[in-house]
């Protein structure tokens, strides 16, 4: 079982940062992948950026060149570095972490991002 606990997020104008954190209670090590997804009122839930345990590293085009996905394995810890954000990055932002054992996917409860004038 993997536990993920998601901070960071609130009310930022466009055009600005936020990073948001995602602890785990195993070893991130140990987990074959870790993600950020995001969901928006009434949207379905789509895939911002992913590490595997290996560092291999992919984003959606639409946050390319603007977030960036980073990991602290001595803090069990997965970061995303959100810049120059853009009103339309707007929803609910939640942890994925994909193990080898049943259930195989687990959530974190998900942290709010708000880009607004």
């Known amino acids: 079982q993997v536990q993920l606990v998601e901070s960071g997020g609130g009310l930022v104008q466009p055009g600005g940062s936020l990073r948001l954190s995602c602890t785990a209670s195993k070893s991130i090590f140990s987990v074959n992948a870790m993600g950020w997804y995001r969901q928006a009122p009434a949207k379905e839930r789509e895939l911002v950026a992913r590490i595997n345990s290996s560092g291999s590293i992919m984003y959606a085009d639409s946050v390319k060149g603007r977030f960036t996905i980073s990991r602290d394995n001595a803090k069990n810890t997965v970061y995303l570095q959100m810049n120059s954000l853009k009103p339309e990055d707007t929803a609910v932002y939640y942890c994925?972490?994909?193990?080898?054992?049943?259930?195989?996917?687990?959530w974190g409860q998900g942290t709010q991002v708000t880009v607004s004038s």
């Open positions: 994925r972490a994909a193990d080898s054992v049943s259930p195989y996917v687990f």
